[in-house]
């Protein structure tokens, strides 16, 4: 696609001098110049009709960015409570299971890693798998989505499947020179904001006395 | 029949008039540059590309940079070209001298300027108008998005003085290659030089003259710094050709 | 008429061939002759050289000028023109003849029955 | 008043004078033609008179005031030459629109009605004309400009015989209306001699005759007689020019007030006038003799 447009370009700054003196449109410089005021002057009076109240404001978006970051790093570190994260809840599963039974968790195929939080629990006959995951929180639909997250228990292999991904587009709109001449600080265009933080989740409760195997590649947490 | 007299500022008008007419090719340019600008800004859009995990990000960042650059191009290059020999004697056919004529090319580039600037910032609205009426692109959270009348007026001002200085330096090179025969090829060796060399020798000067410039946030302060630089070049260029004879 | 690749001075063929036109009744006494503009535009030649022509005339009598107005013819005019062109045109022709003859070895009785041809011939005309 | 005043006036270029210790007055409304051999000055004169190039040293005033970079020489003086550019962007109907523009005494009637019998079209490009037409097109604007001081550097390169008789033609009619003075310069003396009414002759820089045309033609006499008579009467007084004719023969040009004339005319010695042209040329002769001096 650059490469057409580099093309293009190179034909359009090389093609038009020659075209301009083959139509010898230099010579109309001033009626091309009026037209092309007038084409300005209607697209400022469209722009009028533009509301733009529909851009968000700079002030407002740190604040409510800050808040999910380091989700999984709250629980592990300091310790926040897991009932702080309910709104992040995805999906559950649960897998009855027999006492003194041993488990494998495998994670895979295509190495995109969720962080595994696994508790042990006295008394429990079942392994609970919870999933939560942290979109990026903003009114704006993924452009393509794909896979599905599953956990199934094989045999006594507890697959986790978290295939495929989710494309996100952002359009953002930059001022730049001339407008920021006068202006301090750095011009706030979108992509300066951190909204990318996305983490999943998967908070894993087995019985005290099942034994896991972890496939060491994955990045795991035991909380106790 | 009695003796005509002729005044410095009658023949500047007469001049300036027919610069006017010889110079449309330069006003069909701008138009065109703008036109182009106005397509690349619209059609290749600053591109990033993040993913973390299973999400991926495709941000597109919008600006009117290019249309600043090439318009700036089209200042500087058609600065340049006034001053060819060719174009030089083409305006002596007729009543004037070098001041006169010197003049009535300055003012020309002012007015030139002056348009370019408007008509730039006017691109930028058009730019706007056309992604948002035109493409299915999402804007949102996008400050940058909305423009208003303090940007405006800030814009309309830096990019008319950013086009007069171009003017300047333009017209000012222009002039001092014409001191010499070597010149013409010199001095284009040297900028070319200086620019290539930017990414190995650090050319502290460079910066620190740019920064100059561009680093003034006092707007009044910015208009002075321009106004008297390319006042100096003008200047300059008067003085050197003073003694310059025409229609070798 | 007017030859301007001709060795004699402008002038004096403007002179010359005003006479002819008073010589011819062209201009009469007391006409008024052209002017040093028309002359020129007439002869494309400069209007200095048609005035020293009008003032050759004027030096002769042959014109007189009133101011302002123009040049104009004088009564004797074509008497003084005759008279001239008796003396030193003919006169002038004749010397020359008279060399040429010297030069060809023409004898003196050839050479005047040789005029008198020539003058039965223009009569016969 | 006095129109153009030279005293010493000196341009240096390149390494030589081109104009050396030049030194004239031009007064009154006059058809002036500037003679010369190539590169004997003439541009260069006119070009200073323009106001287009300065002098080295000497004094030089257009209308009482020094012309370099005057705009009250550059309203009231124009020059024209094969040399001269417009913009690519003008048509000749532009063309002449700015010069009516630029010269107060612009005569639109004029232009428009050479520009028509010279059959030029409105539309064309300048520089797309032939050199023929070029000179014409240069020429409309020479005369249409009715500029005081009105200059022609060679105006005829190009033209064809008949348009170069318009030319002349035309230029005397609009002298005659509207006298100004005129300055031409040109190879083709023989062609215009009867419309200057006086010349200046330059030769390496320097005026060698500044006479009225009638003068001219009466400066000098040419004396055609045997080689071994005429010879010895040449050999103490000034000549202009003297060649063999055949092997007996000499032809001679001396000043018309040379006493060798009288004594030519006793030996019954033929004399007569020296076209002007010819004059010039043997008044500008580089030494004695001519091309066929090369060849001995």
Known sequence: ?224 | MSLNKMDLSAAVKKQLNYKMKVYVGMISSLVIVQVIGIFFSVVSPLQGYSTMDYVEIEYMNYNTLNIITLTSLWALIHAIIMTTKNEWENAFPFVGNTLSNHLANMIFLVGASIVAGIVTILASFTVRVYLYYFTDELFFMSPGFVLNGGDLLAGTVTVILHFLLLCAIGYFLGTVTRLHRLLPVLLPIVVIGLLITINYINHDWMMNTVEFYYGETSMAVFLMKIVVTAGILFACSIAISSRTEVRK | MIDPSGGRPIYIQIAEWIETEILNDNFKADDKVYSQYQLAEMFTINPATAAKGLNVLTDENILYGKRGLGKFVTTEAKAIITDKRKNEKLKGLLTEVALEAKRLQVGEGELTEMLQQAITDVKGD | MKVIECRDLTKRMIGRNALNQLSFTLEGDKITGLIGRNGAGKTTLMKILAGYWHETSGKVEVFSERPFQNLNVSVNAIYVDDQMKFSHTLTLEDILKEAARFYPNWDTVLAERLFDYFSFHPKEKHDYLSKGKKSTFNMIIGLASRCKLTMFDEPTTGMDASVRKDFYRALLKDYLAHPRTILLSSHHLEEMEDLLEEIILIDEGQVVLHESMDELKEYALGITGRAEILEPLLADEEVIYETRVGDYSTYAAVKSDSPVIQKAKQHGMATGPVPPNDLCIYLTAKQKGGIDDVFK
């Open chain 1, 1 to 224: 696609m650059s490469l057409f447009f580099t093309i293009l370009i190179l034909l359009v700054i090389i093609g038009f001098p020659f075209l301009l003196r083959r139509l010898q449109l230099s010579r109309f410089g001033y009626w091309l110049l009026g037209g092309y005021f007038i084409l300005l002057i209607a697209s400022v009076v469209a722009y009028t009709f533009i509301p733009t109240e529909e851009f968000a404001d700079e002030e407002e978006l740190p604040t409510e960015m800050t808040n999910r970051i380091y989700l999984v790093h709250e629980i592990l570190d300091q310790g926040v409570p897991l009932e702080e994260f309910e709104q992040y809840k995805k999906k559950e599963w649960e897998f009855p299971v027999g006492t003194e039974e041993s488990f494998s968790l495998y994670a895979g195929p295509d190495y995109q890693f969720p962080v595994i939080i696994i508790k042990r629990v006295e008394d429990q006959e079942a392994i609970h798998v919870d999933y939560y995951e942290v979109t990026p929180e903003i009114d704006v639909e993924p452009v393509h989505e794909e896979g599905e997250v599953t956990v199934y228990n094989h045999s006594g292999e507890l697959t986790i499947e978290v295939l495929g991904y989710k494309l996100y587009r952002f359009n953002s709109m930059e001022k730049g020179f001339p407008f920021n001449q006068f202006e301090e600080e750095e011009d706030h265009s979108w992509i300066y904001y951190d909204v990318f933080d996305d983490e999943r989740m998967f908070y894993i409760t087995i019985p005290a006395d099942i034994e896991l195997n972890v496939d060491p590649d994955m990045d795991v947490h035991w909380l106790n």
